[in-house]
């Protein structure tokens, strides 16, 4: 298997894979990272991804299933209980949630060894989220589906990108998924590459607008008990709810992305993915705090951005 390696990183036996094993997508999603990928990429066949998983075991005991939209394969049940073979501990499935509609394909995932279910949420009502999907009754499949997950006592992590249509309904987003009787929610700021670099003007908001409406939505998530994370929000405008940013406790990654290995997708995103400015280097949280992704800044210059003088977080 010849591939590309960026960032190697020395062997671990308690990291995370995420393994995406294609790009295809029933969904058309207004800010998709993955771009075109779907119109020139073929899918990892059965034994490749199979191959993949082997060969990560040695590193990881974690394992994320992604794309693209892994479930538009026939395959995952029979990955899922390969992965489980091998010993991976977690195996969790990052989804758009369509799939999940159908409760026999849910037990047969869960019998097949899935214990962790990735479902995307991007608003909170049909109109909002179907047209971030660009596709209509995506929202009601996927509602349906973490109710079936919910009604199997499995654990739901969801994940809802933050753009521009959505910013000023993320507590709405929040009080929905509470209500559905979820076990985590995230709040991730979109990356604007792939799609969402095509449609930046409409889709990829200012953190000055975001930062209250994500600090309203934590405190919803918290006050029900249940799990808050961010993502890619810089911790100047985390103030309050700084122990939701995911980066502060987020595994070592083994990335396998197409063609592509990321070997640590830590050292990745600092090296290369996100960017830091004059203004972080004064920051007390500098040593802490990853930056935004780097295409932000390069968009919107770095005026937003103030540098904090409060202890940080502990390490």
């Not at 006592?153 to 709405?172: C, F, G, S």
């Not at 200012?206 to 405190?219: C, I, L, S």
């Not at 502060?248 to 063609?259: A, C, I, K």
Request: aromatic share 8%; proline share 4%; net charge neutral.
């Amino acid at each position: 298997m010849d591939q590309k390696i960026l960032n190697a990183a020395p062997p671990r036996t308690s990291g995370k894979l995420d393994l995406k094993v294609g790009f295809r997508c029933n969904n058309h999603c207004t800010f998709c990272v993955q771009g075109d990928k779907r119109d020139h990429t073929a899918d990892l066949t059965t034994a490749e991804v199979k191959e993949r998983l082997a060969q990560a075991r040695c590193e990881c005991d974690r394992v994320v299933l992604t794309g693209g939209e892994a479930t538009i394969r026939d395959d995952i049940p029979e990955v899922a209980a390969y992965a489980k073979s091998l010993g991976y501990h977690t195996i969790q499935l990052q989804t758009n949630g369509r799939r999940m509609a159908y409760r026999q394909y849910c037990e047969s995932l869960i019998a097949a060894g899935v214990n962790r279910f990735n479902p995307s949420v991007h608003g909170h009502n049909a109109s909002l989220h179907d047209k971030l999907t660009g596709t209509r009754g995506s929202f009601d499949q996927c509602i349906r589906g973490i109710q079936n997950l919910v009604a199997l006592k499995q654990i739901v992590l969801t994940q809802t990108v933050i753009v521009r249509d959505n910013v000023a309904h993320l507590p709405e987003i929040a009080q929905m998924l509470v209500r559905l009787g979820v076990s985590q929610v995230q709040f991730a700021f979109v990356h604007a590459i792939g799609t969402a670099a095509a449609t930046w003007d409409d889709t990829v908001p200012r953190y000055r607008e975001v930062a209250p409406q994500v600090a309203k939505a934590v405190a919803i998530v918290r006050a029900a008990n249940r799990h808050a994370l961010t993502e890619a929000i810089p911790f100047c405008f985390l103030q309050g709810i700084e122990t939701a940013a995911c980066e502060l406790r987020t595994p070592s990654t083994l990335v396998y992305d197409g063609q592509i290995t990321i070997g640590d997708y830590g050292k990745y995103r600092l090296e290369e993915g996100k960017a830091r400015g004059e203004v972080c280097k004064t920051c007390s949280w500098n040593g802490r705090c990853e930056g935004p992704w780097r295409e932000y800044p390069e968009h919107y210059g770095w005026e937003e951005f103030v540098a904090r003088t409060d202890p940080p977080l502990p390490s």
